[in-house]
């Protein structure tokens, strides 16, 4: 109960009511305060703000008593494209309906932070930080899916991009492919962390940091309804509203400065442990487990001459421990094992098949995710004073985390831009106060691949005989990608304009 209202207190309804969708480096944010946002998120050893315990906790004892907030107006454009099924292609499975730059809506999103840093002594620190950590947002209006393409009876179209309306144009839907619900295909997931830290000097040019992390999530999805027959729990699919996790884990620092030209800095911070979002325990895999993977990064700060700096950062955020994340789909055993044990049950009730709960079906502690690998990112920033003025930039490479073979799912979740290019502005309006303003462009960057369930390598009979009738066919084989399937394009391009202040006192 205390772990809830310290969350509450901190501001979860201030940032959870304003939609949030960050989709960076993966879902992490490719910075946190303005500094960062400014230099592409190089600062693991630098301690220019109250907000250095996001990516470092050992660099408060160096930042001195500050306050710093800011707002971000984050503008993400994505997108899909869906091309028709090969000429030669047959049997079909799930083919989303042809179409060229389906647009997600909702481009406009705020994403406030604020940090406080205090010394405590001339040898420790202490503070505290609020920030949206990630997060995921689509919302596709419109477009159609096509079940069971060339199976006679079993055919339909669905409103949406997904199927999670209804059938269109009054067409039947005898296998109940069609979920009957919002047609509107999206997801939205958004992280808070809030973050207090203390931090230790051990000599003169050595310091250590430590922050508990005390998280929270908040999730929703619609348009997802037609997969609820192959869920392990079918009402907790989609369109059920929003749902709240909560959850901690800690983040550790160490910062030296070996030389006066030279800073270096490191920083662990540890998988958070979530609960589940019960509402959604059929969507994601291990009963709605969705745990906030491990990160670490390490920095180099170099001191150039007049007032200049280099920053240079490597990030690594480890999603493939996650399940929901980071597991692939197998269309071979997800349909063989799942799908077509369920349509089999339904249609011929219980007579043949199994519709009871199967490892292979989605929100099985084994069924499919997103399939995201691993992200490493590096970042460079550089920095001048002149004056009054302080003039940033920044630029960050790194790969996306979305495999060819995993565009399917991820037309909700298409995280695929690598590059970030940043610069920024300070203003010292007083010796205590000034005011910051950072732009970052993330460019577009296509990932095209195969929907392996478009076509696959069977008719109606050797389909309903699999597993069932002696003799049959093995199909185990017959779902995996092939040239006749229809190509799925995912990209997105990113925009973002932060204003903020830093006080010091």
């Known amino acids: 109960m205390l772990f809830r209202r310290l969350l509450c207190a901190g501001g979860l309804l201030a940032v959870l009511s304003t939609p949030a969708a960050f989709a960076t480096n993966g879902y992490f944010a490719h910075g946190y305060s303005n500094t960062q946002r400014a230099m592409a998120g190089a600062a693991t050893a630098m301690a220019e703000d109250a907000m250095v315990v996001s990516v470092n906790p050992a660099n408060g004892v160096w930042a001195g008593n500050a306050i710093d907030g800011g707002l971000s107006l984050f503008a993400p454009i994505r997108d899909y494209t869906a091309t028709a099924r090969g000429e030669g292609a047959g049997a079909g499975i799930l083919t989303i309906a042809p179409i060229d730059g389906k647009r997600s809506q909702r481009q406009r999103f705020y994403i406030p932070g604020i940090g406080y840093n205090a010394l405590i002594d001339e040898r420790s620190a202490w503070g505290i930080a609020m920030y949206g ?195 692939p789909l197998d269309p071979n055993r997800f349909v063989n094992e799942c799908a077509l044990p369920r349509l089999l049950a339904a249609q011929t009730g219980g007579l043949l098949g199994d519709g009871g709960a199967r490892p292979a079906c989605l929100g099985s502690g084994q069924g499919p995710g997103f399939g995201w690998r691993d992200v490493e990112v590096v970042k460079f920033g550089y920095q001048a004073v002149l004056g009054s003025f302080v003039f940033r930039a920044g630029y960050s490479r790194g790969r996306q985390p979305i495999p060819s073979s995993e565009v399917l799912f991820n037309i909700l979740a298409p995280a695929v831009p690598e590059e970030h290019y940043t610069a920024g502005l300070s203003f010292r309006v007083s010796p205590r106060l000034s005011l910051d303003l950072a732009v970052m462009h993330a460019r577009h960057n296509p990932v095209s691949g195969k929907n392996p369930l478009s076509n696959v390598d069977a008719n109606l009979l050797t389909l309903l005989g699999s597993g069932v009738l002696p003799g049959a066919v093995d199909t185990s084989e017959s779902f995996g990608s092939d040239a006749q399937d229809q190509d799925l394009i995912l990209d997105m391009r990113q925009y973002e304009l932060t204003v903020g202040f830093s006080y010091r006192f």
């Open 133 to 327: 950590n990630g997060g995921l947002n689509t919302v596709y209006a419109g477009n159609s899916a096509r079940f069971g393409d060339q199976l006679p009876g079993f055919q339909t179209e669905c409103d949406g991009t997904f199927g999670g309306g209804n059938p269109l144009d009054g067409a039947s839907d005898f296998a109940g492919f069609c979920g009957g619900g919002d047609p509107n295909a999206s997801v939205d997931l958004i992280q808070l962390f809030i973050v207090p830290h203390y931090s230790r000097k051990f000599g003169e040019r050595f310091s250590i940091g430590i922050a508990p992390i005390f998280a929270a999530q908040q999730f929703e999805s619609k348009g997802l309804k037609a997969f609820a027959q192959f869920s392990n729990a079918p009402d907790r699919v989609s369109d059920n509203g929003q749902d709240f996790s909560f959850g901690g884990g800690a983040r550790v620092g160490v910062f030296g400065l070996p030389f006066d030209w030279l800073a270096v800095g490191a920083s662990y911070q540890s998988r958070i442990y979530m609960q589940r979002f019960e509402k959604y325990e059929g969507l994601f895999a291990e009963r709605g487990d969705f745990d906030i993977p491990s990160n670490w990064n390490v920095g180099l700060a170099f001191q150039l001459p007049g007032k200049q700096r280099l920053a240079i950062d490597y990030q690594r955020m480890n999603f493939s421990e996650i399940a929901s994340v980071g597991r």
